[in-house]
């Protein structure tokens, strides 16, 4: 297996070429710069990074406003924090103007870990996505989370870039190019298509390995752009698969599970079922227990999806 | 710094065309609020006609003064003030509220001149913060950014956030204006949360302040101008602007049921010809009053 890294390290890495690519990249932190790994960009680019202590919601203003200036703002702080404390500012003076806003939501998900549920963002995907104007990526890797946050900073317009501190492994395959708008196919496979996003890719290519045991072939697709959504992969998914499962380290309400959701309801497509945290809170213990407890390991994926295949009959 | 009389009667002429349009478009619109209007009336002249740097055949040029209108429902005095300036005609502010028209809170898209999105209070003055530091980066000494609070509004923390960030950053071209007129939703200030010792505040936070008279013109005037030519000394500054909400119609003066109200045609009709009497102007009544726009006759169910 890959070297595994956490994303939030490659986000780290690329905002820091980004400091060394373009002079007009400033970014912004509210007291967490060594957890959102933006200490690097600070260290080699002080005049451009501004550390505003912890006020997260005068970050993401200031960081509109330096936008409207002509620069590109990045703004991290937790993603939970990022989007629920801020989520005013960002709808009306980053979305609706559709300025040059990009926000880093770091420690994703039920593996930020021991600090429990009010670290533990499960929401930050369905709050960002359903904002108009706004991009939401949520890379799977090292190397895609490289090429996500260069494709966010050459946007024109606000991103929702989601990371974590999980460490997984490279999945991406040699040569890969993220594209927003773009899903990729990493395991063919005719009976089931698991879409997946975040560290769940892997997870996900865990079960299906499991499930070829099984007898069952299941299609593994990296759906990074959460939003806009690649709707003809999607909908392709739907008429070639038997089942079609989504899996993310976050709630099935709002996120990718939706959002596939959304398009398959719309037409005659293969049935649904959706992998995640269901309608709850999550709690403090460690990222492995967390992901066991929630069903999100690659063995509990893989029993979920043959449940699934059961009762399709 | 003195205001040539012809000066002065231009800049009066503004606050009550400011004051007659916004009666104007409200009443036409159905919806606005014009107490919080009204009181900006001689500001936004002084602003937009005195002090700022504008060019509004190049409303994206670099170099202009930014004004962030943070209570952004005082829309309509805004809009009035950028119709009055030239950024548009007068007519497009009949569309205040319609269709792919002059938004009901200021939005930066919207129409020319309008440098931010707004509506949910106590955001705008990080806005400007960060304008006013990007400007910093931009080595674009020249422009200021000046940004309009109501008084209300120094309830939310936000504010305050920005207000720490701006002194800690030595925002000196940052200007911020606190329109004081003493009333907002719901009653006078005080009643409601008290902000006062105001100017003791903003200098706890390390701001330079000064105050006037919000309706005296030449008091505006000196003290914009003391603002960005005599004060600068590293800090952001702000000026609080003592007003009246509603000042110009005596039944809206600090009356809090004119913070959100449309008057009906007939009472816009009175209202304007009291302004006309107080500015020593030929009485003009409510432009709409004989026409039945399909809007009227809508909104009387028929």
């Known amino acids: 297996m890959s070297p595994m890294e956490q994303t939030r390290f490659a986000y780290g890495e690329a905002l820091l070429e980004l400091g060394q690519e373009r002079s007009d990249i400033v970014v912004l932190d509210a007291d967490l710069y060594n957890s959102t790994r933006t200490v690097l960009f600070g260290k080699a680019f002080p005049e451009r990074f501004l550390d505003l202590g912890i006020a997260e919601a005068d970050m993401v203003s200031t960081g509109a406003g330096l936008a409207a200036s002509g620069l590109v703002a990045f703004c991290n702080s937790f993603a939970m924090f990022l989007t629920g404390r801020c989520y005013d500012q960002i709808r009306i003076q980053v979305a609706y103007p559709s300025l040059n806003v990009k926000l880093a939501g770091s420690s994703a998900g039920l593996t930020q870990g021991p600090d429990g549920a009010s670290h533990q963002s499960l929401e930050d995907v369905a709050l960002m996505r359903i904002l108009p104007h706004m991009t939401v990526l949520v890379p799977a890797d090292d190397v895609e989370t490289k090429q996500a946050t260069k494709a966010a900073a050459a946007h024109q317009g606000p991103v929702y870039l989601r990371l974590g501190r999980y460490p997984t492994p490279t999945i991406s395959p040699e040569g890969y190019q993220f594209q927003i708008g773009k899903g990729v196919e990493l395991r063919p496979g005719r009976d089931i298509a698991i879409i997946a996003c975040g560290i769940m890719v892997a997870k996900a290519l865990e079960a299906a390995e499991l499930l070829a045991k099984q007898g069952l072939q299941a299609r593994v697709i990296n759906m990074a752009s959460v939003k806009p959504l690649d709707r003809a992969l999607v909908e392709q998914a739907g008429r070639e698969a038997k089942l079609v499962v989504t899996a993310e380290e976050h709630s099935i309400i709002g996120g990718l599970g939706s959002a596939v959701a959304e398009v398959l309801a719309e037409g005659n497509y293969a049935p649904l079922w959706r992998i995640g945290t269901r309608d709850e809170f999550g709690q403090s213990a460690s990222a492995d227990e967390l992901l066991d407890h929630y069903g999100l390991t690659g063995p509990k994926v893989a029993a979920q999806i043959a449940a699934a295949w059961a009762k399709l009959g | ?302």
Not at chain 2, 99 to 119: K, Q, R
Not at chain 2, 238 to 260: C, D, P, Q, R, S
Request: aromatic share 10%; charged share 25%.
């Open chain 2, 1 to 302: 710094m003195r205001l040539a009389p012809d000066k002065l009667a231009e800049l009066e002429e503004m606050a009550y065309q400011i004051r007659r349009l916004c009666v104007e478009m409200i009443t036409y619109a159905r919806w606005g609020h014009i107490g919080g209007s009204f009181s900006m009336a001689e500001t936004l002249a002084a602003l937009y006609f005195q002090a700022m740097r504008v060019d509004p055949a190049r409303p994206h040029w670099p170099e202009r003064d930014r004004l962030v209108l943070s209570k952004a429902h005082g829309s309509p005095a805004v809009y009035a003030a950028l119709a009055l300036r030239g950024y548009y005609p007068a007519e497009r502010l009949y569309s205040y509220c319609e269709l792919g028209g002059l938004e009901g809170h200021t939005d930066l898209t919207c129409t020319p001149g309008i440098e931010s999105s707004g509506g949910p209070l106590g955001m705008g003055l990080s806005i400007a913060a960060g304008m006013a530091l990007g400007l910093r980066y931009q080595e674009n000494p020249r422009a200021r950014v000046y940004c309009l609070m109501g008084d209300g509004e120094l309830g939310e923390g936000n504010i305050w956030e920005a207000a720490m960030f701006a002194s800690h950053y030595h925002l000196d071209n940052l200007i911020g204006i606190v329109d004081y007129n003493k009333v907002q939703a719901k009653g006078f200030v005080w009643d409601l949360m008290q902000i006062e010792p105001l100017a003791d505040k903003w200098r706890a936070f390390g701001w330079d302040v000064l105050e006037a008279d919000g309706h005296d013109l030449e008091a505006l005037v000196e003290a914009l101008h003391r603002a960005r030519w005599v004060m600068p000394r590293g800090k952001p500054l702000a000026l609080i602007a003592h007003t009246v909400k509603g000042k110009g119609v005596e039944m809206a003066e600090f009356n809090y049921h004119w913070h959100t109200q449309a008057p009906e045609p007939e009472a816009a009709d009175q209202m304007l010809r009291e302004l006309a009497r107080a500015y020593g102007r030929p009485e003009e009544g409510y432009s709409r009053l004989p026409a039945e726009s399909g809007k009227e006759a809508f909104y009387r169910g028929e």
